[in-house]
């Protein structure tokens, strides 16, 4: 997809794909914004071409891969290099991580401008994607790995306890509607009050309660969780 042109001085070329590129691409088209891509699908030639007119490189590929593509590509070009890893800083890049899970389906317009950056290697999220005017929290290159690890716990972690869930109740025809107003009510409450939000046997100390969990758990993949979970929050939990 490619914007119509604008009186803009600043022209994004966006590499790569997958999932970020593509709602990176929807977002400056909502904004008007020129732009071009750049995958490997296309002509290798066309790549240099398309680097040369742009004023600002957005590299939404995988992590593994920034660091030898920047090498290879972009190298000596006197271009904003952007990249969107949350865990990983590199010299001479700008780290701009969106704190948002990208989905298949695409977001409004109100909906992307709401999205929080992390910014490492500037001082705002101007100086990455000039068009931009998300709020922005500027994040020291040493604090990354711990911050993308925080990310990982959770959301990546929180879907598949959720997915877990879902699965489970879908075999005992527990509707999803009845899980979702769960689910949403304790995002909400964890929100509002992070450290009284959570409720159940750990908080209570309901030693029979977690011993029949654990045993209807006895031969899911899903034990050693629960068991983390106990471990961390109800350490001196009598297991015997």
């Known amino acids: 997809m490619k914007a119509t042109n604008t009186n803009s001085s600043f022209s994004y070329l966006i590499i790569g794909s997958g999932r970020v590129a593509r709602h990176l691409g929807y977002y400056l088209h909502l904004l008007n914004q020129h732009f071009e891509t750049w995958d490997r699908s296309q002509d290798p030639h066309a790549l240099a071409r398309k680097v040369a007119k742009s004023s600002h490189v957005l590299l939404a590929i995988s992590d593994s891969a920034l660091l030898g593509f920047y090498r290879q590509h972009l190298a000596g070009h006197d271009k904003v290099i952007v990249h969107f890893s949350g865990a990983h800083?590199?010299?001479?890049?700008?780290?701009?991580?969106?704190?948002?899970?990208?989905?298949?389906?695409?977001?409004?317009?109100?909906?992307y401008q709401k999205v929080h950056f992390t910014v490492t290697g500037a001082d705002s999220l101007k100086e990455a994607i000039p068009v931009f005017t998300n709020?922005?929290?500027?994040?020291?290159p040493e604090q990354k790995a711990r911050y993308h690890a925080y990310c990982v716990l959770g959301g990546n972690f929180v879907t598949l306890l959720v997915t877990k869930m879902l699965q489970g109740f879908s075999e005992m025809n527990i509707p999803v509607e009845a899980a979702h107003l769960y689910v949403e009510k304790i995002l909400a409450n964890t929100f509002q009050n992070p450290t009284q939000a959570l409720t159940g046997p750990l908080v209570r100390k309901d030693v029979d309660t977690v011993k029949t969990n654990l045993a209807a758990l006895a031969e899911d993949s899903y034990l050693p969780i629960y068991e983390a979970f106990l471990?961390?929050?109800?350490p001196d939990y009598p297991r015997k």
């Open 231 to 234: 471990k961390t929050h109800w």
């Open 135 to 140: 709020p922005f929290s500027v994040l020291p």
């Open 89 to 111: 800083h590199f010299e001479d890049m700008i780290a701009a991580h969106p704190l948002m899970t990208f989905g298949p389906e695409l977001y409004d317009l109100s909906f």
